[in-house]
């Protein structure tokens, strides 16, 4: 029977852990056709571009792991970055997954023809695909911050995705620029190495500190020779994380108590004034909740400086606030984070009616239930817009829409349709509903962030995980365009 199912030609680009995801699931579905183009020299996405000390994920790793393939041997509840990366690319290698990635593959452009897409690579190169997915993650593009005089800094100077580990900072004076998830870890790894740390706050975030105990060989010895142990912390995890969730969505008790715990954890700063500049002017959870294992007892040390005061300009020697107080610095760092909103983009891409991509999001990014595009038939993206990617595990979510995109490329193989597009009208009820649910979500509460698109919309998914998942579980037939002999 197998002989008859028609075999499609798939174009992944990304080979980080969406990639990785989907490749290992085609191929467990039998599909073998595909081919993963990566930009960079190895696989794991932003685990392989982010390399700057004390990088972690802030997702417990028993629960930010495959569940169709599962890891005993985590060393910590939270994974330092090059633990994940390395757990990927076994993944990767496991499951056969990287004999289908290409290296140093560039996509420039996806353009639709003669009923299929062609993709072009950044050398000229192309080939053509029946469906093409786009796994390109959300923090791929470092976003570098507008200061003037940034180009005139005599010394080492870098953005913490492009780490130059080349650069010494035992005893240096280090000046840190931005105090996000990436800032925080990075200023409690050189908190006591650097000579002097100057952190530079624009707006403060709340954090949540907490420890990050190593799992003992016995702990591991247990999940190695009991597999369901593994099952039952992956489980036990999610559904944790997600009891959050009403916090998230709605007013009520919940998110007043989550926001009272936020709270007190400031009363670990001991110093009025200091505590003053680390509180932020907007409620907890609106922005992203930074976790950390040692912010707050990081900025407490006498040799890190947390400067509240605008950067007025950047000069060869340091960094001059407006205040007029020029701070000295042997190494700049920027912990201003990525573009969250360029997904597939900068790759240009045109549809079967010449619309391009661009044009589509005039707007802002827009995809029915985060996952397709009306009029890019045969497209599908992992962590579209309004995705559900706040402070829970992203390889759940690239699993949840791993499955909707397989339902989708089975029935093409079984010859029941050829393409499959979003109706504009199923996108735009979808995003009617979320307009109805967003305004009692804790990120409409009123602040800046990077959830919030360049129309001022939140691009989040405003349900808890389990809708998510169920939503995408359920295919509804009359909310797409599908054409093919048998599609009716």
């Known amino acids: 029977m197998s002989d008859a199912l028609r075999q499609p030609r798939i174009a992944i680009v990304g080979a980080g852990m969406s990639g990785i995801c989907l490749g290992a699931l085609l191929l467990d579905a039998g599909i073998a056709s595909f081919t993963i183009f990566e930009k960079a020299e190895d696989a794991g996405g932003t685990w392989c571009e982010n390399t700057y000390p004390g990088i972690a994920c802030d997702v417990p790793s028993r629960f930010y792991q495959y569940s169709f393939a599962r890891n005993p041997d985590w060393t910590r509840v939270m994974a330092p970055g090059a633990e994940i990366n390395a757990y990927l690319t076994k993944v ?13 593959a560039e ?13 072009t690579l950044a050398d000229g190169e192309q080939a053509e695909f029946d469906f093409v997915v786009s796994a390109t993650g959300i923090l791929h593009r470092p976003r570098y911050p507008d200061i003037a005089g940034l180009d005139t800094f005599a010394s080492p100077s870098f953005h913490s ?4 580990h080349d650069v010494p900072l035992d005893g240096r004076r280090i000046g840190l620029i ?3 998830s990436t800032g925080a870890q990075i200023v409690c790894d050189l908190a006591g190495r650097a000579g002097e740390l100057t952190v530079f706050q624009r707006t403060p975030h709340w954090v949540m500190q907490i420890g990050n105990p190593e799992f003992s060989r016995f702990t591991k010895r247990l999940h190695r020779r009991f597999p369901q142990l593994d099952a039952l912390t992956y489980h036990g995890w999610r559904l944790f994380i997600e009891s959050f969730s009403p916090a998230l969505l709605r007013p009520g008790i919940a998110r007043r108590f989550a926001s009272w715990q936020i709270r007190r954890q400031l009363r670990q700063v001991e110093d009025p004034v200091l505590r003053a500049q680390l509180t932020p002017d907007f409620e907890p959870m609106c922005r992203r909740l930074i976790i950390s294992i040692g912010y707050y007892d990081a900025v407490q040390r006498d040799d890190v400086h947390v400067v509240a005061t605008a950067i007025e300009r950047v000069e060869p020697d340091g960094v001059r606030t407006t205040d007029g107080v020029l701070h000295p610095c042997d190494v700049l760092v920027l912990a201003t984070g990525f573009d969250a909103h360029a997904y597939l983009r900068p790759i240009a891409m045109t549809g079967p009616d010449g619309t391009t991509l661009e044009e589509a999001w005039a707007a802002g990014p827009r995809a029915y239930r985060s996952i397709a595009l009306p009029g890019f038939p045969n497209f599908f993206m992992f962590m579209g817009p309004n995705s559900p990617v706040g402070n829970y595990s992203l390889i759940a979510i690239a699993e949840a829409q791993a499955g909707h995109m397989l339902e989708w490329i089975g029935r093409w193989r079984r010859g029941e349709l050829d393409t499959v597009a979003p109706t504009a009208a199923a996108t735009d009820a979808f995003y009617g509903e979320v307009a109805a649910a967003m305004p009692d979500t804790v990120w409409a509460t009123g602040c800046t962030s990077w959830y919030v698109g360049a129309s001022g919309q939140v691009e989040l998914y405003p349900w808890a995980p389990k809708h998510f998942r169920a939503s995408l579980a359920e295919i509804r037939d009359s909310d797409f365009v599908i054409t093919g002999s048998n599609s009716g």
């Open 161 to 164: 995705a492009r780490w130059d």
């Open 107 to 119: 996509v420039a452009s996806i353009d639709w023809g003669d009923g299929c897409w062609s993709v």
């Open 92 to 104: 990767a290698g496991d499951t056969g997954v990287d004999t289908h990635i290409r290296y140093d």
């Open 178 to 180: 931005g105090t996000g």
